[in-house]
C-alpha cells in the first residue's frame, strides 16, 4: 500500500504542474534532443532539419508533415530558446491563470499550427522563405500576446531592452513591427509570418472569449487597468 501511495503522490505532482511549465520543459528537452543529433550527424545536418523544422518546400511536396508539430517546440540556438521560454514563463503564466490550464494549452497547440501553416501558405502563394527552415515557440508567444491584447490591453508590459513599461495593446503591434524591421533591415530570416499567424489566432481567439464571457472578460480587463 505504501508503494501505490508513493507512487500516486508522484502522480499528483506531475498532474499538478501548469501547462506553462510542462510546455517549458518539453522545448528545453527537445532542444537538447535537437543538439545532440545535430553534432551525430554534423556532417548532413539537413537531415536532422527535415525532420524537425518546418520547410515550406518540403510542406508543399507533401513531405515531414509532422514538422507542423515538432518545429514548435524546437530553437535554432540556446539564445533564441532562452528568449522564448522567458517570454512563455511570463507571458505564459498570466494567460493560463486566465482561461485555465486545458483552455491554455488549447490555445497554445492550435494556434502553433496555425502559425507554421500560414508560414507555409504565404511562402507558396508569394514565393518567400519557400526554402527556408523554421524553429520555435515565436508563433505560439504570439498568439498569446494577441489574445492579451484583447483581454487585458492596458496589462503594462516591458519590451524587449526598453525601461519603461508599454500598455499591451500598443506593445503587441509594436514589436511584430520592430521585428519586420529587424528582419528587412538585417535580411535575417526571423520568421514573421509565422508571427503574424499566431497574433491573428490570438486575436480571433480573444474575440471568441469576450463575446462569450462578458462580464468576466470586462472583470478581468478593469482589474488591468
Known amino acids: ?40 550527424n554534423k556532417n548532413n545536418p539537413e537531415l536532422i532539419y527535415n525532420y524537425g523544422a518546418i520547410n515550406p518546400a518540403n510542406i508543399l511536396a507533401g513531405k515531414y508533415l509532422w514538422t507542423f508539430l515538432t518545429s514548435m517546440f524546437l530553437h535554432g540556438g540556446i539564445f533564441h530558446l532562452l528568449m522564448n521560454m522567458l517570454s512563455l514563463f511570463f507571458i505564459g503564466t498570466l494567460t493560463e491563470r486566465i482561461l485555465g490550464k486545458k483552455r491554455f494549452f488549447s490555445l497554445y497547440l492550435i494556434s502553433g499550427l496555425f502559425a507554421s501553416l500560414l508560414f507555409v501558405i504565404l511562402a507558396f502563394f508569394f514565393q518567400i522563405d519557400i526554402n527556408t527552415y523554421a524553429v ?12 492579451l491584447m484583447l483581454i487585458t490591453p492596458n496589462l503594462p508590459v516591458y519590451v524587449f531592452f526598453i525601461p519603461i513599461p508599454i500598455k499591451m495593446k500598443y506593445a503587441a503591434p509594436g514589436i511584430l513591427i520592430l521585428l519586420w524591421m529587424i528582419s528587412i533591415a538585417g535580411n535575417v530570416p526571423i520568421g514573421n509570418t509565422a508571427h503574424l499567424g499566431g497574433l491573428l489566432a490570438g486575436l480571433a481567439y480573444g474575440f471568441y472569449i469576450k463575446k462569450k464571457y462578458k462580464n468576466k472578460t470586462r472583470m478581468i480587463s478593469n482589474h488591468f487597468s
Open 136 to 147: 520555435g515557440a515565436s508563433g505560439a508567444l504570439f498568439a498569446l500576446i494577441g489574445f
Open 1 to 40: 500500500m505504501e508503494k501505490i501511495y508513493t507512487i500516486q503522490k508522484k502522480y499528483n505532482k506531475i498532474n499538478n504542474l501548469s501547462a506553462t511549465t510542462t510546455i517549458i520543459a518539453i522545448n528545453i528537452i527537445c532542444f537538447f534532443i535537437f543538439s545532440i543529433a545535430l553534432i551525430i
